[in-house]
């Protein structure tokens, strides 16, 4: 993947997440953080889109009841409508 690929991926993984702990949750970051385990600025960064979330920042997300393969579902869609093939290098 391309710089600009990983950009477009860091927005929407962060877009969603802020939509799931402030639309569907209804939480502030501090308690979102108390949930997962994630510091409220390590959150901050990630729903920013300034941070892509490592492995172990997914588990603890996944483990806090957060649907990860839904969140993955809507990057692919957005990159497909962006005309990114994922399939392809």
Do not use: C, W, Y
């Not at 710089?3 to 939480?27: A, P």
């Not at 892509?52 to 957060?66: K, M, Y």
């Amino acid at each position: 993947m391309d710089k600009e690929q990983l950009k477009l991926i860091s927005e929407i993984f962060g877009h969603e997440l802020r939509k799931i702990r402030d639309i569907e949750r209804d939480v502030t970051q501090e308690r979102f953080s108390q949930d997962t385990g994630i510091g409220p600025e390590h959150i901050g960064e990630i729903e920013r889109g300034t941070r892509l979330p490592r492995i172990e920042t997914l588990l603890r997300l996944r483990n806090a009841g957060v649907d990860i393969n839904l969140i993955f579902d809507r990057i692919i869609k957005e990159l497909e409508n962006n005309g990114f093939d994922i399939t392809k290098e």
